[in-house]
């Protein structure tokens, strides 16, 4: 068999097809960011990596190189057999394997050189992980066809977002894909964040599958979501997006999220309120803290409702063109059922 280079898009258009994704950089790299999907087979340790590296820059090409057959020779059988079992795991009956390194070169081409030995169809990618990364930035610039779900705090609009799916809408849920519900309590119940850059693409990856749907909904946020914030072009994009905003009474909201945050962790709720205490202000932090230590949630969240309430709506006063994007939609209570209200606007 003889080993492909493909360009970024072939790549990827063919990682669809469900053929397995190898990352041949080393462990901390991959565990850094890697290609959605990717299965970590590092041709070298972290501390290798670095030898190489260094031989590299200070010695020389050649130095490099023997240094890094010293570390590949021994692993060759256990990188086989290794490249096998994720084969049966991620695609089994497949003998296809797509390779990636940080630029498509020495690391991804000598251990393609010894799958296509072994007898996989294998593919490269040409200009490796650092290619990667540009086409993921350069997806932020595209001009999608957002339409913006707002609302105050309490909405219901991540729940919406999920019944427009229902009814056939296409959406992109940004808090789920950064792993965090976007308030100070939003990381409270919640798995580990992904970092920026990985962040970044996975969430590449989920707007350009939709990228030709007519519309694409998405929740109305601030730039940062928890530890990582949204692509600056992409923000832009929202900003000039039409935007829905679910207009619910006050105590409507209040009933809606003391049952989602009541049962959380007393203690991180109290660190939570904590770490805000200087925009919540002193008097409403204690007592906010005191009413979720009574056990009384209501009015301790009422207290928090009243300042996002406050913070939104600072948020929504100062975005340009407002008065062109804005369709406001009058909703008695928080339901799935406003969902139709939203495509009727």
């Not at 053929?19 to 970590?40: F, L």
């Not at 990667?132 to 779900?149: A, E, G, H, Q, T």
């Amino acid at each position: 068999m003889a080993i492909t280079k493909l360009s970024i898009q072939d790549f990827l258009d063919l990682s669809k097809k469900g053929h397995t994704i190898i990352d041949v950089r080393s462990p901390g790299e991959y565990k850094h960011a890697h290609i959605p999907g990717a299965q970590s087979l590092p041709l070298f340790s972290d501390e290798e990596r670095k030898v190489v590296g260094t031989l590299y820059k200070q010695e020389s090409r050649e130095k490099a190189i023997k240094a890094g057959l010293d570390f590949f020779g021994p692993k060759m059988k256990t990188m086989v057999e290794e490249a096998e079992r994720i084969t049966e795991t991620t695609a089994p009956q497949d003998k296809i394997i797509l390779v990636y390194c940080w630029r498509g070169g020495m690391r991804s081409a000598g251990v393609a050189w010894l799958l296509d030995l072994y007898g996989f169809k294998v593919y490269t990618l040409v200009g490796g992980y650092k290619k990667f990364r540009k086409y993921v930035l350069d997806s932020f610039k595209i001009d999608f066809p957002f339409r913006i779900l707002g609302g105050y705090t309490g909405s219901g609009k991540t729940e919406l977002l999920y019944a427009l799916r229902e009814k056939g809408e296409t959406m992109v849920d940004l808090e789920g894909i950064a792993k965090h519900k976007g308030s100070a309590f939003g990381n409270i119940g919640m798995p580990e964040q992904p970092g920026q850059e990985m962040f970044e693409n996975l969430l590449s990856k989920e707007l350009l599958a939709v990228q030709h749907q007519p519309c694409i909904w998405l929740e109305d946020e601030s730039q940062r979501i928890g530890l990582v914030n949204l692509p600056h072009d992409l923000w832009n994009t929202m900003r000039r997006s039409p935007l829905y905003f679910l207009d619910i009474p006050f105590d409507e909201r209040l009933k809606h999220i003391v049952p989602e945050y009541g049962v959380l962790e007393q203690e991180k709720l109290l660190d939570a309120i904590e770490r805000i205490t200087q925009k919540l202000g002193h008097q409403n932090a204690k007592l906010a803290s005191q009413f979720l230590t009574e056990g009384n949630v209501t009015e301790s969240f009422r207290i928090l409702l009243a300042y996002y309430d406050k913070f939104y709506a600072k948020a929504l006063k100062g975005r340009d063109g407002l008065d062109k994007l804005l369709q406001n939609i009058i909703c008695e209570t928080v339901c799935k059922e406003n969902a139709a209200l939203v495509l009727k606007k």
